[in-house]
């Protein structure tokens, strides 16, 4: 799988656009969100590895390897938009919101929500076409299992 996942990272980032596979892309996300405070928790990196668990039916090794590829296009992303492209372009609706109850999660981890995080939230649900109103729905589904 982590072989699958490397060929994938390498063979997209030669495309004629530099588009990373769905996968790296929603990882990358999940990254730029756990960093957006400035404190890439550890409780923000287990949070990212489940959602990729879940989200992709992975193994933990597997979705640990996804999240390291996602630091590496994140780190090395001029922006988000080429990976929010991506997952508009490659998701169901369903799925995005699914993304976007991901990255809530993944924001509210470290049990501290900072205006940088609360800005980027606010910033990527249109560019995953995702309506405010879901995106809140989202938010209360992700703060519900927190106290679930």
């Known amino acids: 799988m982590i072989d699958l996942l490397k060929s994938l990272f390498f063979a997209g980032s030669g495309g004629p656009r530099g588009e990373v596979p769905t996968e790296i892309a929603v990882a990358a996300l999940l990254v730029d969100a756990a960093r957006a405070d400035g404190d890439y928790a550890p409780a923000e990196r287990a949070a990212v590895d489940v959602f990729l668990q879940r989200m992709f039916a992975l193994g ?23 990976f929010t492209r991506v ?62």
């Open 87 to 148: 997952i508009k372009m490659g998701l169901s609706e369903e799925e995005r919101v699914g993304v976007m109850e991901g990255l809530w999660q993944i924001v509210l981890a470290d049990d501290h929500r900072d205006p940088e995080e609360n800005a980027l939230m606010r910033h990527l649900a249109p560019l995953l076409a995702v309506s405010d109103h879901d995106s809140a729905r989202a938010r209360q589904r992700a703060m519900a299992g927190r106290a679930g």
């Open 60 to 82: 933990p090794d597997d979705a640990r390897a996804l999240r390291t590829q996602g630091e590496e296009a994140q780190a090395n992303a001029p922006d988000i938009v080429r």
